[in-house]
């Protein structure tokens, strides 16, 4: 036994115990004499909610067969509707909505605490959908056949059980199932470790298991990909580690042919024939040459599962990289961040082989896809940056011209008093860090202006330009400062970015981080009494590093869902899933380089650190409240104040009501101003 695992917090594992649960009981009491009593809060929860339920806030949907369909939260409805409506009667702003699913009435009716989790149509006859129900918010949902058009569940339909199940449409009568539910057989993350084949009507007992994966592995997933005017493609594939997976095409006889793809490569589309490959590593294939980051088209025998001979589509830069694919009817649609600005790359397949064709598209903030084109051209994306509320646009690809522009986000404050810049800092190696902020133009530079420094740095996730429709008014125009750090471990800038902070090299994003909140210091933007970090999951366990490593450097820390315990986190949840992010505790080499920078065994009696806020879900099935439960109590242990909040729905994504999620947001806002402008 590790001398860790007689660590007297261990208790703190237990999600029902009295003794946890008493506990958390107190600390949530606590947070709340602090933090809800304060009177800035009740007026900003308010604002916050007024601003989520503002109708003139932008419907985003998925388009089918001519409907838009849009989930909505509100007052009358705090779980939330699946509702549609026309395009015509989109574009005329009109509130003139479709009920097709009230998750209110289904919770009430059934019991149970039910909040919608996804809605998968089926693309040839989308009236028929595949819909997902969370308790609480949790990763683990119940899935259900419901007809649209109807408005009730397919009798004798495909059902589902509570499960971290994957479950996709193969064609009308027939599912993948990667089954997650009690009883399951499941990898050591707790995932689904089986691909069975269900047909209409058939019991469970009579499905036709496809493939079972060593328990080692991360999970196992299978889904059909649609091709213009050519044959369907069914595919397996098997997550060795979070990064290491192996493709095989599923034959009509449900035989398996492995496809000759390298370990870490993503299939991001399948279109005229050929698969889009994003390459996590470099690649050599039939004597070319291929760096990682690379998008390639790579031609396939659907019959034999043998590869063709790649063509580029998309060659990485130093400063450059693929951010999102989509496969229209007949076109493929690309973003490529270039210095963490989105770029859209269109592609026209021609003369058997794919061809970039102009495009007009906005190039100086963020443009994001918002909906699949399911069996079409039409290609729907927002575009915002920090101060520029996003803007809805419909573009055909086929037809080129310019975008029309569906609806605007409404604006929540003046923008003109406020500049957004990007800036640089130097990390420990001399890497160039590029960061941005979002200030006052007639910022003092003296070092006193409020500051919050928001990071990720994992899992390949770059973080990009958003409108501040709620730190606008309530953080900006209070005389805050708002940075986004692009730090190593990240996605901004290819593969070779993201696995600099990997693994043992997991610190160099905590020295990334510092080296920026250093920069903001240096430039008499802030100080370390006026200088605050912000970081959720992944995030969580950066700004806790930051904080144990620099307690002197910040005032306020808001530690979200995190990852704290890194001696422990394979064996709570899904913890073992993440083991090529961070490295194995089993493994001596990985041991030491984890204990070196784990958050929770990092503090220390010698240390003051600043009042952080740490806030976790009981309902998180993916990042156990542990973390944040054990980080306050060491933290106490040593003598020194912490703050919990632990929700009792809303799991790691905060799948919660509307008033939740205002509540939650107004706490961190009194946080913040009692820390950094009191």
């Known amino acids: 036994m590790h001398p860790e695992h007689n660590d007297p917090h261990l208790w703190l594992e237990a999600l029902d115990s009295p003794e946890a649960l008493d506990w958390v009981a107190a600390r949530n009491a606590a947070t709340r004499a602090t933090l809800d009593a304060d009177p800035r809060f009740a007026p900003l929860a308010e604002a916050i909610l007024a601003n989520l339920r503002d109708t003139r806030q932008i419907p985003y949907f998925s388009e089918h067969d001519g409907w838009l369909y849009n989930f909505h939260q509100d007052e009358t409805h705090p779980r939330g509707i699946y509702r549609r409506m026309p395009l015509d009667a989109y574009r005329t702003a009109s509130q003139a909505w479709q009920t097709v699913l009230d998750v209110d009435a289904l919770a009430a009716a059934e019991g149970e605490d039910w909040y919608l989790d996804g809605v998968s149509h089926y693309t040839l006859a989308p009236s028929r959908a595949l819909v997902s129900f969370t308790p609480g918010g949790t990763d683990a949902s119940v899935t259900r056949e419901y007809d649209l058009e109807t408005g009730r569940f397919v009798e004798g339909g495909f059902a589902f059980p509570l499960g971290k ?37 058939q019991a469970w007992a009579g499905a036709r298991r496809l493939f079972a994966a060593d328990r080692k592995a991360m999970m196992v ?3 059909r990909f649609l091709d213009t005017g050519g044959e369907p493609l069914d595919m397996l594939e098997v997550s060795d580690s979070f990064y290491a997976k192996r493709s095989m095409l599923v034959t009509a006889e449900g035989s398996l042919l492995p496809l000759a793809l390298p370990p870490k490569a993503d299939i991001e589309a399948w279109s005229h024939g050929t698969l889009i490959v994003k390459l996590a590593e470099d690649w050599i294939q039939q004597d070319q040459h291929w760096p990682a980051g690379s998008l390639l088209a790579v031609p396939l025998d659907q019959q034999t599962g043998v590869l063709g001979k790649a063509h580029s589509l998309v060659t990485p830069g130093s400063r ?46 963020v443009l994001e896809f918002v909906d699949q084109p399911w069996q079409s051209d039409v290609l729907y994306y927002s575009y915002s940056d920090f101060l ?15 975008a029309e522009c569906l609806r605007r986000q409404p604006a929540a404050f003046d923008p003109t008093p406020f500049v957004a810049e990007q800036y640089s800092a130097s990390a420990p190696d001399g890497t160039a860090i590029p960061y941005f902020v979002v200030r006052p133009r007639t910022l003092a530079f003296d070092g006193q202006a409020p500051t919050l420094l928001y990071g990720y740095g994992g899992f390949e996730v770059s973080m990009l330009p958003y409108y501040l429709d709620n730190f606008g008014p309530q953080w900006l125009e209070k005389g805050g400062v708002f940075v986004v750090a692009n730090i190593r471990g990240g996605g901004e800038f290819g593969p070779a970015w993201h696995q600099a902070a990997q693994g043992a090299a997991r610190p160099v994003s905590f020295d990334d981080f510092i080296a920026v909140a250093e920069d903001l210091i240096a430039r008499g933007i802030t100080s370390p009494r006026r200088l605050g970090i912000e970081g959720g999951s992944n995030g969580g366990l950066l700004v806790g590093a930051a904080m144990v490593r620099r307690p002197d450097l910040f005032n306020a820390v808001v530690c979200e869902v995190p990852l704290l315990d890194m001696l422990r986190y394979t064996e709570l949840l899904a913890g073992a899933s993440w083991i090529d992010e961070y490295g194995d505790p089993s ?8 204990a070196a920078y784990s958050p929770y065994h990092g503090l220390s009696a ?3 650190y600043p009042l952080a806020l740490f806030t976790t879900s009981r309902r998180d099935d993916r990042v156990h409240p542990a973390h944040a439960r054990k980080m306050v109590a060491r933290l106490e242990a040593l003598g020194q104040a912490a703050l919990l909040y632990e929700s009792e729905a809303g799991g790691h994504t905060g799948n919660a009501g509307q008033a939740e999620l205002a509540e939650e947001l107004a706490r961190v806002l009194v946080y913040l101003y009692r820390q950094l402008m009191d």
């Open 388 to 402: 520029t509320p996003a803007g809805l646009y419909r573009l055909d690809l086929a037809q080129g011209g310019a």
């Open 606 to 608: 010698n240390m003051r």
């Open 221 to 223: 997933a299978a889904w």
């Open 165 to 201: 199940s994957q479950v996709a449409w193969r064609d009308a009568d027939s599912v993948f199932v990667c089954p997650g539910w009690e009883g399951a057989a499941l990898t050591r993350a707790g995932y689904p470790r089986e691909v069975w084949l269900l047909e209409r009507g």
């Open 320 to 365: 450059r990289s693929v951010e999102a694919v989509e496969a229209s009817l007949t076109r493929l649609a690309v973003t490529v961040l270039e210095n963490v600005k989105t770029r859209l790359q269109v592609f026209r397949f021609d003369d058997g082989r794919w061809q970039p064709v102009p495009v007009k598209a906005p190039v100086d903030g």
């Open 587 to 594: 493994d001596p080499a990985d041991r030491a380089a984890l």
